[in-house]
């Protein structure tokens, strides 16, 4: 009997083992590593009820899409690699798979990137029912009528794929783009009416509710221009402009890394591409579906969108993006207020340094080389403990300045710990000298702290000040250690800016991630 008993018990350990319980249970869900572009955040609503019907469960990492292809390539280890990409366009990683690390692919949805433009400022421009072409916008930017929101193109897939039209479309040939081809002059006019970057759609939109009043309109997808005239946030909704010399879409492809995972991977995309998870993703996030004879929402246009074609080389690509930052653009003054007090010695100021050198052009990874300061930017460090401690403004002269970048990497090694911490009195000193900046640049101020202010003013007088100034500078602050986040939270919604933890990313991280809202 006991023999018996021993059996049924070892039988039933198993089972719930094996199947997770053989009465009523379910077995485990697969798990797929997905790294993820942080456009694709609004679908997770979604994948519980993929994991209930697939047995597969997506565990995400969000991720720039340039900086999501840097990791896939430098990953040197298998078992660091993520199963499965997904960010919104491949064609980037395309062009550089030379490992030829997609197994396969497979689009989930898609959203081509347009222009919103306040419906007045379109009438104004004589828009509105008409054709408009991407000569045209740029005749509008380059002549002072149109202020828009636009990603930086080196962080951001929606920025990255309206350079590559605009670059296109300028060049009048209708072919892809070669490096040879650029317009130089028609993207700095173009490029004239940037008044607003950011690092990442979902901040851009964000922003632009924001900064409404002080913009004419944003460059972003399709789906987040809608999602904003449905969202009642706009003083005034946006009309769509689908330029007639090409666009560049998202089709959100589901790259399969690896191969072992082969089987789950297909159940996710047989549940994405399925009638039902289409027309959901649709009605939820303004995506178009990828079957056609899905019936679309009254609110997209009937219109047929001419595609651009995608440059064939990476070459092209890097010429396109290099000559936004360091060409066409309206340049960047960019303000590093850092904390040096004594809590910073050690392994935190070490960060710190380590990530200056990187600006300074000592990372030749992808991210890396467009994390670099540009030419024709100014850089100001303003260091401080328990006061302002010293202030240095270089200027960049060329891509790649050698001898300036030295002068920084020297700079960053010199830089010692000690005191205590007087954030707002530092930042005072920047944004006084902000408040000088030239009209053709673009200031932002970056505060890196590891504590609690406990010099000088404190954060109800500096905001109050910084209600009173004229200009209006956006301030990022980096946190870590001791800092205060909700504080410098408000400091930075306060600026229209963005917080960063550096709790739970590197700084160098944090610092590349930075320069896509310089």
């Not at 980037?92 to 690390?101: F, G, I, M, N, Q």
């Not at 600006?359 to 300061?373: E, M, N």
Request: glycine fraction near 8%; include cysteine.
């Amino acid at each position: 009997m006991r023999i018996v008993h021993r059996f049924v018990a070892v039988a039933l350990a198993a089972c719930v083992a094996v199947l997770g319980g053989c009465s009523g249970g379910s077995s485990p869900a697969q798990t797929l590593t997905v790294m993820a572009g942080s456009e694709v955040k609004d679908l997770e609503p979604l994948f519980a009820d993929l994991e209930k019907s697939t047995g597969v469960h997506l565990d995400v990492t969000y991720s720039g899409t340039l900086a999501g292809i840097d990791k896939i390539e430098n990953t040197t280890s298998a078992s660091d690699a993520p199963d499965v990409a997904w960010f919104s366009q491949a064609k980037y990683l395309d062009l550089t798979d030379t490992k030829h690390v997609v197994k396969t692919s497979s689009k989930t949805m898609l959203s081509p990137v347009v222009l919103g433009v306040k419906e007045s400022k379109a009438r104004e421009l004589g828009w509105i029912g008409k054709p408009v072409t991407w000569s045209q916008i740029e005749a509008a930017a380059g002549a002072g009528k149109l202020r828009y929101a636009m990603t930086n193109p080196t962080t951001s897939n929606s920025g990255f794929s309206a350079v590559v039209a605009v670059a296109t479309a300028l060049t009048g040939s209708g072919d892809a783009v070669r490096a040879d081809q650029i317009n130089g002059a028609k993207l700095t006019q173009f490029f004239a009416g940037q008044k607003l970057a950011a690092g990442s759609s979902g901040w851009l939109a964000d922003a632009y509710v924001k900064s409404q009043d002080d913009l004419d309109g944003m460059i972003n997808y399709e789906s987040v221009l809608l999602g904003l005239n449905a969202g009642g946030t706009l003083h005034e909704k946006l009309y769509l402009v689908y330029p007639t010399d090409g666009v560049v879409t998202a089709d959100y492809p589901f790259m399969l890394l690896n191969d072992q995972k082969r089987a789950a991977y297909d159940k996710v995309v047989a549940y994405l591409r399925s009638p039902d998870a289409q027309r959901r993703i649709m009605e939820t996030t303004y995506r178009r579906p990828i079957d056609p004879s899905i019936a679309l929402l009254p609110v997209f246009p009937k219109n047929v969108l001419v595609e651009t074609q995608f440059p064939n080389s990476r070459a092209a690509v890097d010429t396109i993006l290099l000559a936004y930052l360091n060409k066409h653009r309206i340049p960047a003054h960019a303000y590093f207020v850092l904390d040096t007090s004594g809590s910073m010695n050690g392994e935190r100021l070490q960060s710190v340094q380590k990530a200056l050198h990187i600006l300074a052009g000592d990372d030749d990874s992808l991210t890396g080389k467009f994390a670099r300061f540009d030419d024709r930017e100014e850089v100001t460090f303003i260091t401080f403990n328990s006061r302002v401690t010293d202030q240095r403004t270089w200027t960049m002269h060329g891509v790649n300045d050698p001898a300036t970048f030295g002068e920084i990497g020297r700079y960053a090694d010199g830089l010692t710990a000690g005191g205590n911490t007087a954030i707002y009195d530092a930042l005072d000193v920047a944004l006084d000298e902000a408040q000088k900046e030239p009209a053709g640049r673009y200031p932002s101020i970056v505060l890196m702290t590891d504590g609690e202010n406990n010099s000088g003013e404190d954060a109800r007088d500096f905001l109050s000040k910084y209600q009173s100034r004229a200009v209006k500078v956006r301030i990022f602050p980096v946190f870590i250690g001791e800092a205060d986040p909700k504080e410098l939270g408000t400091i930075a919604d306060a600026s229209g800016g963005r917080a960063f933890d550096a709790r739970s990313l590197s700084l160098p991280e944090i610092f590349k991630d930075i320069r896509g809202y310089q």
